[in-house]
């Protein structure tokens, strides 16, 4: 049977040396090259992987650990589920897309993306827009960009993702830390990241590509 | 006798079609089903909830979220009749 190859993400032309497995306990995790790119991928015998707990987190963590290795890279992450036919197929979506990449790997140089949730604790009474407005605005100073995302749990009272300059996550890190200080008996305040910056990127693949 | 026919069956089958779909909706709703997903892993990291209670409600909340995703696919058709 023949392998088809799961995507994580696209960096800048490069050899990867990732010690993990991936998505469906897949490995090695090697590259197919395009011009400047390099996409980052394992074999898989499925074109439609099951979102399990498992592989989400493969995906997460193969793409945090392109983002920390080589002393800090940039990475265009794929969302969960990209699986090309074969090297060729991936290629052409990376001709296709050669100049959204590219754009993609110059604005997001050097960030990374932080999330922050706000979540009642029981019973719990807080002034939602308040908060929100006060946290917003602190988060806004130490941050690029911010992206608003799905309040999914009647219990979320703030959930965003920041686009942070590496340089600038030790502010950042301060300014959750005064949150949590602030709001900590009331909210639990959930701090993650860094991540490869999904919320940042937009870049669309059709089915038909694959 | 084929005109009445057609006349009085067809008004009944929209009714039925209609609170067949309105059923389905509301029973195979996938986005509330992600979104209880989602909550579960949430309260989960948030130490609310156990191991084993977050593996259990996990198990369920997708073996539901795969019949509605089954259901939906296989009633498209006639959701859209209501249309």
Known sequence: MSSNLYTYGVIEQDTVDIDRTGVNDSAPITTVDYRSLSAVVSEIDEMEPEQTDDNATAHDEVLRELLESDGGRTVVPMRFGMVFKNANTLKNVLRNGHVAFRRSLNDLDGMVELGVKLVTKDDTDVDRPAVVEDVATRLREVADTEAANDLYSDRLVFNRAYLVDRDDQPAFDDAVGEIRDEYGDGLHVQYNGPWAPYNFVDIEISAEGR | ?83
């Open chain 2, 1 to 83: 006798m084929f005109i009445v026919d057609d006349l009085l069956v067809r008004p009944f089958m929209s009714v039925l079609e209609a609170i067949h779909s309105m059923a389905i909706r509301e029973r195979y709703d996938t986005t509330a089903l992600k979104n209880q997903i989602k909550e579960n892993r949430l309260l989960y990291e948030l130490g609310e909830r156990s191991q084993s209670e977050y593996e259990q409600r996990n198990d369920r909340l997708r073996t539901q979220l795969d019949i509605a995703r089954e259901a939906r696919e296989q009633t498209r058709g006639k959701v859209e009749v209501m249309r």
